[in-house]
């Protein structure tokens, strides 16, 4: 079974370009999120989707990023204009929709990571 | 609001010597638990969670509500411990379920 998969690994780009992020999540999970890891600081939510939905998105710092989910399948993180404080690690993790057998217990699998650098 | 505090930024500890990652969180409800363990060049990883009371790798973690603490605690470091832990809480924030994570720990173990 594959893995998350996170396009691409690294991306340096300067201030005021625009980057795309994507992930491809486990095939089947209806849960995906979005995390962001700034240096020294907590790997911290950005947004979660359930199929094509977003179900939160309170974590998503600005009207900068964009997150979508066309179809339910893989999702695309989009910052532009890219700022020097979103340099980071952007990790995407996806998991099933946990059910009673499973006493609600939700796995999370995460991707790889993107490295985020902004110049 | 739901946080998780991991104090220590950097562990070192020699081969063969007990081992304790600290993690203290706050949550008003009944939390869900876990740690996570990034190893060098591969992916953040479930270790294990409170609900299942496992040992993992001889790792094992106990909820403590009264001091709000969930220590990951292993009798005798190996080498291959070596790696990043993170302490993660799931909860209900602002109507959500949210997985909250520390900032992490990196365990050194000296051979």
């Known amino acids: 079974e594959a893995g998350v998969t996170q396009f691409p690994s690294h991306s340096v780009i300067e201030k005021g370009q625009t980057v795309t992020l994507r992930c491809d999540p486990i095939s089947g999970h209806d849960n995906l999120y979005w995390y962001r890891r700034v240096m020294g600081k907590e790997i911290k939510f950005l947004l979660h989707f359930v199929k094509e939905s977003k179900q939160d998105e309170s974590g998503m710092p600005n009207n900068r990023f964009l997150a979508e989910r066309t179809g339910g399948t893989y999702s695309t993180l989009k910052v532009q204009p890219a700022e020097l404080e979103d340099s980071g690690v952007y990790f995407c993790a996806s998991s099933h929709r946990p059910t009673a057998r499973q006493g609600y217990y939700e796995k999370l699998f995460f991707g790889s990571g993107t490295q985020l650098s902004v110049l | 609001a739901q946080r998780v505090t991991q104090p220590e930024k950097l562990l070192s500890v020699f081969k063969g010597a007990p081992v304790e990652l600290k993690c203290n969180y706050s949550y008003s409800g009944s939390p869900e638990l876990f740690w996570y363990v990034q190893y060098s060049r591969q992916r953040l990883q479930l270790l294990l969670r409170h609900i299942s009371r496992e040992s993992i790798k001889g790792f094992t973690a106990d909820l403590n509500k009264g001091e709000t603490s969930f220590h990951l605690k292993k009798p005798f470091a190996q080498e291959e411990d070596s790696a990043m832990y993170y302490c993660?809480?799931?909860?209900?924030?602002?109507?959500?379920?949210?997985?909250?994570f520390g900032t992490g720990t990196k365990l050194q173990v000296i051979p």
């Open positions: 993660a809480l799931r909860g209900y924030s602002g109507g959500y379920q949210k997985v909250t």
